[in-house]
């Protein structure tokens, strides 16, 4: 069943000489429960197109729906709710409220959004990413795996349609990158989320069931891995 799907997708910025064309009529569709790996060199569009299906950046033309929704005809309040219940955003630098202790940032999503928060969830997903017993933790009393870890249970919390991962690992030694890969697949697999990762690692790459390959704004592979 498909979960998102982009229309004619495109995005500039700047105009006349200095307008840069940041995504290039880009087209796909993804089922719900995939695991797609998005690669391309430095500056081909890949965090735009991120940023665009999680609603955190709107596009210059196009369409994007996620669950039969047209997520650029909503307000900004709705736009705003869509981020909050929809999406799962996981980014490098981990972006933990440095005040807030592990417990609170991941509940963090929750709190915003005025609901209670599901104690038997936020237990779960404390035990799955093995933070259990530093829940009253800082983000500085914690290694960097463990970081991500919080990042990763606050994209979670919420139980989002869809989580969008911007090169998780891309802080990480190689052990804590396939610790952290293997808790997305595990989340993938376990909660059905449909989960999109942009990375350079190409072991992380073939672990994914679709590898999309983007080029100066255009996806030039579209590959099945497996099924």
């Known amino acids: 069943m498909e979960i998102l799907r982009v229309e004619d997708l495109c995005k500039t910025y700047g105009k006349g000489e200095n307008q840069v064309r940041a995504l290039d009529h880009v087209s796909f569709s993804v089922n ?18 991120l940023h665009i299906l999680g609603g955190v950046d709107k596009p210059t033309g196009g369409k994007v729906y996620m669950d039969g929704c047209d997520v650029y005809a909503q307000n900004d309040e709705q736009l705003a709710i869509f981020r909050r219940r929809q999406v799962g955003l996981i980014y490098q630098f981990y972006n933990l409220i440095p005040v807030l202790n592990v417990t609170e940032n991941i509940t963090l999503p929750v709190l915003m ?35 991500q870890r919080v990042s990763i249970g606050r994209a979670l919390m919420n139980a989002p349609a869809v989580v969008l991962a911007d090169e998780p690992t891309g802080n ?21 989320q449909t989960l999109i990762i942009i990375t350079h690692d190409e072991r992380i790459a073939l672990q994914a069931d679709r590898i999309l390959s983007i080029e100066d704004g255009r996806i030039m592979r579209d590959e099945v891995i497996s099924r």
Request: glycine share 10%; hydrophobic share 25%; aromatic share 2%.
């Open 32 to 49: 719900k429960g995939e695991f797609i790996a998005i690669i391309g060199p430095s500056g081909s569009g890949k965090s735009t197109l």
């Open 113 to 147: 959004d005025g609901r209670k928060v599901n104690e038997d969830r936020l237990k779960e997903l404390l035990t799955t990413l093995k933070l259990t017993g530093r829940e009253n933790h800082l983000p500085n009393q914690l290694s960097g795996g463990q970081q």
């Open 172 to 192: 990480l030694d190689s052990k804590n990158s396939q610790e952290i890969v293997e808790l997305l697949k595990l989340s993938n697999k376990k909660y059905e």
